[in-house]
């Protein structure tokens, strides 16, 4: 299967039956071929509404909660997005035409290698992909204007609410356990944070520390 004209409609409709309905988050996911970021035995089932295996044990995500976070984030074409687990790189591929600067940053090192070269080739600019620890955030680069993590911590990062400036927004899956997570939408204001709960989800854990590979 190919991202062709007919795909690109059942992606799209399957987008909108689930509640995504932003015009800018659709025609980034419409740009962005999925199957270019799925590789081994699973690449054909690359177009379906599923989350997948990658390497280093982790998991692209489905396009539908791809579409759900991303229209959550409400990205503005000026500003600069902080992405923790950048895995395949498919979300940072649809943020870069978004936002006016994606950094993502993921703890495996294959897996930063592999998202650089697939971005590269698709020509993308504006996304910077770094190997560290995701729960430390980039200090050197805040504040952000939207924060994505697309990894589930027990609360929402400390390090990582001090990073987002006034009025930015971050949306994080929260949860104590792999089966009982709900994804958050926290804005920052000046006198704290407002916290709105969006949906269940289920994510791969948020872990301290780089990656044995």
Do not use: W
Request: aromatic fraction near 6%; charged fraction near 25%; proline fraction near 6%.
């Amino acid at each position: 299967m190919t991202f062709d004209a007919e795909t690109r409609m059942q992606l799209l409709f399957a987008l909108r039956s689930k509640g995504i309905t932003e015009h800018r988050v659709l025609d980034a996911m419409e740009r962005v071929d999925r199957g270019l970021f799925v590789r081994g035995i699973f690449a054909d089932r690359c177009y379906e509404d599923m989350p997948l295996p990658i390497e280093c044990g982790q998991t692209i995500s489905q396009p539908s909660v791809v579409g759900l976070m991303t229209q959550a984030l409400d990205v503005s074409p000026r500003d600069k997005v902080l992405e923790i687990g950048t895995g395949s790189g498919y979300q940072a591929a649809i943020l870069s035409h978004l936002a006016r600067r994606v950094y993502t940053v993921d703890r495996h090192r294959r897996l930063v290698r592999a998202a650089r070269e697939v971005l590269q080739e698709l020509g993308i600019a504006n996304v910077t992909v770094i190997s560290g620890d995701g729960g430390h955030g980039l200090p050197e680069q805040a504040p952000f204007d939207r924060i994505l993590v697309t990894a589930a911590a027990e609360d929402p990062p400390p390090a990582l609410l001090a990073q987002l400036r006034e009025g930015g927004i971050m949306v994080v899956p929260v949860g104590q356990s792999d089966h009982v997570q709900t994804l958050l939408k926290v804005t920052r204001h000046a006198d704290g944070f407002d916290y709105e709960e969006l949906r269940p989800v289920r994510f791969v854990p948020l872990v301290e520390g780089m990656g044995a590979d």
